[in-house]
């Protein structure tokens, strides 16, 4: 089977790590960027724009390709998956149409809306300042202020965290609508959900999903939670597939409204087939949905995909085939702690062209994973671009174990102007998450 993996960071670099497992598969891929771990699993690449869908599809033709999985969206949001399809290449990910419920934040909310789906906010659209004043004085200036289109993670503002109180929320507001941030003269401003935040990302071939473990991404640059938000610096799962802080019966109600997603899209006429990625806020009335992503979470994929058993080319061809009902996943029952190395900088103005000494071999005698990210090779070292530079998973039984070989393998990544979130995973960040849903149940309780 020829298999074309799409997208070169270490999400695409931990999907073709999945492929290169499966037997009987032969890897191609297409990236921008020449990722070197990418570039040594391919039998073949292409560098070249992922939303260049031409291009992609006439190098999918010439290597007869069989099968082919997206990893970013905006190849998603062009529409590659259609253009694949109208030309024969199976692809197990969603179509324009269906990935619309993560480059359409107002349209996934107005599905969780129609289909009655739990785990809503109050939320509404606006183009008009005044009126969203009013809305911002409802919701007491307690908001979080998106941006309609895609900003890579970086549009959204949320009281307390980025601005104070109703003017500042307003000020904000005002900024996403007459810069056009994210692609529209509009803004969504939903009520803000307290609690702690994991992602769960399952399988789906429009009917059925199958779930993987919940993770926790975290989305601040620095440690403590403090700084600008970023595509995610780390993440970190634990072997019974739950969090510390999320029991069974709220991964299950997450799981239940993801597959009323899915349920709902097939209604709507836009069958979801690929990965599906859905952002919750645990908060004390259960998990609530932040956002919906029509692919594997960078780096959340880092924390799944090594864990898999199953033959990741049979999920993905079990997805289009429609028969995922008939599959059951299996997954190695081990904690991950994910850390990306980024260049100093990033988030804010990374250094670029910094190099970094990467000692593979001392890396993988720790058991721990290397994924390349945005990086260029040169001899015997990579160089920094402005995005995130290379990610560790550590993985082992239990969860402070998983964090050590972590830290244990970063010790042979070495580069003056680098950046790393050490607190990931750590026994401190991981029990303040714990007092903090214990405290919001306190409260509840008084
Ligand atoms: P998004 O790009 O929608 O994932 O938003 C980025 C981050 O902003 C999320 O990971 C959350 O931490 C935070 N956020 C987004 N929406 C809300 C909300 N309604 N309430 C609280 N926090 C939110
Ligand atoms: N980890 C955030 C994302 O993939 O969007």
Not at 313 to 328: F, R, T, Y
Request: aromatic share 6%; charged share 30%.
């Amino acid at each position: 089977m020829n298999m074309l993996v799409v997208g070169g960071g270490a999400r695409e670099h931990a999907i073709c790590d999945a492929v290169y497992r499966s037997k009987n598969t032969t890897l191609y891929s297409v990236m921008k960027n020449k990722n070197p771990g990418i570039a040594r699993l391919s039998k073949d690449f292409l560098l070249e724009k992922e939303t260049n869908v031409e291009s992609v599809i006439e190098y999918a033709k010439e290597k007869q390709v069989e099968l082919a999985i997206i990893g970013p969206e905006a190849p998603l949001e062009v529409g590659i998956v259609n253009e694949m399809q109208k030309k024969g290449i199976p692809v197990c990910s969603p179509t324009r149409e269906a990935a619309r419920i993560e480059t359409d934040k107002e349209w996934m909310r107005s599905i969780l809306k129609k289909y009655n789906i739990p785990g809503q906010l109050k939320c509404e659209t606006f183009t008009d300042v005044g009126k969203a004043k009013n809305f911002i004085e409802e919701l007491n200036g307690e908001i979080a202020v998106k941006p309609i289109g895609l900003t890579g993670g970086k549009g959204v503002k949320v009281s307390d965290d980025h601005f104070k109180g109703i003017n500042e929320a307003s000020r904000y507001v005002e900024e996403v609508i007459q810069n056009r941030i994210g692609g529209h003269a509009k803004v969504l401003i939903e009520e803000k959900a307290v609690g702690e935040e994991f992602t769960l990302q399952a399988f789906s071939d429009g009917e059925t999903i199958l779930p993987l473990p919940a993770v926790q991404d975290h989305k601040r640059l620095l440690p403590d939670d403090k700084g600008p938000n970023t595509g995610g610096m780390g993440s970190y799962s634990c072997n019974d597939g739950l969090l510390p802080f999320l029991s069974k019966s709220e991964y299950e109600e997450a799981t239940g409204i993801l597959q009323k997603i899915i349920e709902a899209l097939r209604r709507e006429g836009c069958t979801y087939i690929g990965p599906i990625y859905g952002q919750f806020m645990l908060t004390v009335d259960g998990p609530k949905v932040i956002e919906i992503n029509a692919r594997f979470g960078d780096p959340e994929a880092m924390n799944v995909l090594p864990l898999l058993e199953s033959d990741f080319v049979e999920i993905c061809q079990a997805m289009i085939d429609g028969i995922l009902n008939s599959k059951k996943l299996r997954l190695k029952k081990q904690s991950t702690v994910c850390k990306y190395v980024v260049p100093e900088g990033y988030g804010v103005k990374s250094m670029v062209g910094e190099k970094i000494y990467v000692d593979e071999e001392k890396i993988k005698n720790t058991g721990a994973k290397l994924f390349y990210a945005s990086v260029n090779k040169e001899n015997d070292y990579v160089t920094t671009t402005s995005s995130r530079s290379l990610a560790i998973v550590g993985i082992a039984k239990e969860l402070y174990d998983a964090e050590k070989t972590c830290e244990k393998a970063l010790q042979y990544v070495k580069g003056e102007h680098i950046f790393i979130r050490h607190d990931i995973g750590t026994k401190k960040l991981v029990e303040k998450r714990v007092e903090h849903m214990k405290k919001l149940h306190g409260m509840i309780t008084i």
